[in-house]
Nanobody, 129 residues
Framework: QVQLQESGPGLVKPSQMLSLTCTVS??????????WNWIRQPPGKGLEWMGA???????YYSSSLKIRTSIDRDTSKNQFSLQLHSVTPEDTAVYYC?????????????????????WGQGTQVTVSS
């Protein structure tokens, strides 16, 4: 059974970079044909797909966040990471990592929670000075 765990700071100052890591256990992030995703939920809003890194190391991003986002991985540690640059208070959210399919419908349309079969517990990130 695959398990995911997010880690990172809970408080980030405006204009700085948010950096989170997802540690995966019980399965490899190189297993075909999964994608490893970052998803967030701002207070009072729905889930938003941010981006993903594929089993073979390709990164994909939401068009609305692409300019500020990067996702990479460390296969030796079975981890993947999110960097979100130039954060504002609007980036305050619970951030999740999750396993899903390649080219999920959430990448292009409204978020579909059913596509994701394994989730981290989520980590609250607040952007505030």
């Amino acid at each position: 059974q695959v398990q995911l765990q997010e880690s990172g700071p809970g408080l980030v100052k405006p204009s700085q970079m948010l950096s989170l890591t997802c540690t995966v256990s019980g399965g490899s992030i190189t297993t075909p044909y999964y994608a490893w995703n970052w998803i967030r939920q701002p207070p009072g809003k729905g889930l938003e797909w941010m981006g993903a890194i594929s089993y073979d190391g390709m990164s994909y991003y939401s068009s609305s966040l692409k300019i500020r986002t990067s996702i990479d991985r460390d296969t030796s540690k079975n981890q993947f990471s999110l960097q979100l640059h130039s954060v504002t208070p609007e980036d305050t959210a619970v951030y999740y990592c999750a396993r899903g399919p390649m080219y999920g419908t959430s990448w292009y349309n409204d978020f579909n929670r059913l596509e994701y079969d394994s989730w981290g517990q989520g980590t609250q990130v607040t952007v505030s000075s």
